[in-house]
Structure formats: structure tokens, C-alpha cells
Nanobody
């Protein structure tokens, strides 16, 4: 089993910043990437970013490129999502998940999910 725990969400004004954390524990040895997804009310869950554990290569959705940065602390088995220049449309519950497929943006390729953390951006 794998456990994932997110933290760092909150309320911020447009143009502000937040940093989300995702800590993984348990039997993670057969996994190779951590991704972030988000889900706004009434919308489907969408891909935000992912990072490969082997070489820390990041991949981003077009909607967040240049504003969000995903990174990983190998020693802590923790992945971060630094979110800058936040917009009201970034408001959503943010979830982290792990996958055996580095670079994947596909929801179905992620096996374990965290409980989510709310990010609210006010205009």
C-alpha cells in the first residue's frame, strides 16, 4: 500500500502564490512519477503537472506553464508544486497521485491518490 498526503492549500488573492506538498510513504518502489491534478466544481479532474523520479524531468499542462513549478526532494520522498501568478480559474481541489508511467498526463495511469487540498484564488 501507498499513502499520499497533500498540504499547503488555502485562500490567496489573484496574483499570489502558494506551495503544495505531497508526501509519499509505503510501498513506492515500483512507481516512477508523481503528478498533480485538480478538480473544480462541476468540472472533470484535469492534469496539472508531473515529475519523473529518475531524472526529475517535469511536464506541465499548457494552462500552468510558466506559472507553476513541480519539484521533488528525493530524501524526503516529497513533491512540491510551487504556484505563482495565481488566477481565479486555478481555484480547485488539488490532488497528488503516483504512477508507473513517467510523463503521463492520463488520469487512468495513476494508481494512488491523496485526499486533496483546496486552493481558492479570489479576484
Amino acid at each position: 500500500q501507498v499513502q499520499l498526503g497533500e498540504s499547503g492549500g488555502g485562500l490567496v488573492q489573484a496574483g499570489g502564490s502558494l506551495r503544495l506538498s505531497c508526501a509519499a510513504s509505503g510501498r513506492t518502489f515500483s512507481y516512477y512519477a508523481t503528478g498533480w491534478f485538480r478538480q473544480a466544481p462541476g468540472k472533470e479532474r484535469e492534469f496539472v503537472a508531473t515529475i519523473s523520479w529518475s531524472n526529475n524531468t517535469p511536464y506541465y499542462a499548457d494552462s500552468v506553464k510558466g506559472r507553476f513549478t513541480i519539484s521533488r526532494d528525493n530524501a524526503k520522498n516529497t513533491v512540491y508544486l510551487q504556484m505563482n501568478s495565481l488566477k481565479p480559474e486555478d481555484t480547485a481541489v488539488y490532488y497528488c497521485a503516483i504512477s508507473r508511467y513517467p510523463g503521463s498526463s492520463l488520469y487512468g495511469r495513476y494508481d494512488y491518490w491523496g485526499q486533496g487540498t483546496q486552493v481558492t484564488v479570489s479576484s
